[in-house]
């Protein structure tokens, strides 16, 4: 059975930091993974997918990286602001296919302080 | 990019009446619905998978009768909480698998019930 767990659960930095998030899965035969950030009351908006054949994903100032083998991706996060307070959550599929359900991380919840 | 409209985003209801709430894939058809719920800095426990023009998957554990998801139609599937008490209140979210595979998972904007 996969499990995902990410580290840490909680973290608060000043603006401006750069930090990484991290999520580990024990099932390394994953076949993507999603990173979600998720506002408080709020539904989960998608932030990168890396294909398993991929090793990273940026958009702007995220920058999502996958590695296989080890069964860990980290999202990284440059030059931090306070919009970025929020919960991330990074997800797998049980298999292949698109209505696959998704195995959840633990989540780690971010604030980011002016 | 894919959109899932959700609604309502929140509601109050009565203890032992029902609620419906409805998720709607815009641009693109979604053939499988999630149903998820989620408590209070938690994270989300999956409830039903609905499949259109079949009957739903539920998991372990959730009560098929208290939770009736429809799938009617490849874009539209309704989650109705029958006979609601104050333990069903929740936050519940729907998700659908985008448009082609590889484009991940898309979510609604989430419904939080409150039964008074």
């Known amino acids: 059975k996969q499990e995902v767990t990410q580290i840490p659960a909680a973290l608060s930095v000043p603006e401006g930091e750069n930090l990484v998030l991290n999520c580990s899965f024990t099932d390394s035969a994953i076949y993507n993974l999603q990173w979600f950030r998720q506002d408080p009351g709020k539904g989960l908006t998608s932030l990168l997918l890396i294909q398993s054949s991929q090793r990273e994903q940026t958009s702007g100032r995220l920058n999502a990286s996958l590695d296989k083998s080890s069964g860990r991706s980290t999202l990284y996060i440059a030059a931090s602001q306070p919009g970025d307070s929020a919960t991330y959550l990074c997800?797998?599929?049980?298999?292949?296919?698109?209505?696959?359900?998704?195995?959840f991380g633990t989540g780690t919840r971010l604030q980011v302080t002016l | 990019g894919a959109v899932v409209s959700q609604h309502p985003s929140w509601v109050i209801c009565k203890s032992g009446t029902s609620v419906k709430i409805e998720c709607r894939s815009l641009?693109?058809?979604?053939?499988?619905m999630f149903w998820y719920r989620q408590f209070p800095k938690q994270s989300l426990m999956l409830m039903a998978t609905?499949?259109?023009?079949?009957?739903?998957?539920?998991e372990q554990g959730v009560e098929k009768d208290k939770f009736l998801i429809n799938h009617a139609s490849l874009t539209l599937s309704t989650l109705t909480v029958t006979s609601a008490h104050p333990e069903d209140s929740s936050f519940y979210i729907c998700?659908?698998?985008?448009?082609?595979?590889?484009?991940?998972?898309?979510f609604g904007s989430g419904t939080r019930l409150t039964v008074v």
């Open positions: 997800a797998v599929p049980s298999r292949a296919g698109t209505a696959s359900k998704l195995t």
């Open positions: 641009d693109f058809q979604a053939t499988t």
């Open positions: 998700s659908a698998p985008g448009p082609f595979r590889g484009y991940g998972y898309t």
């Open positions: 609905s499949n259109e023009g079949s009957k739903a998957t539920y």
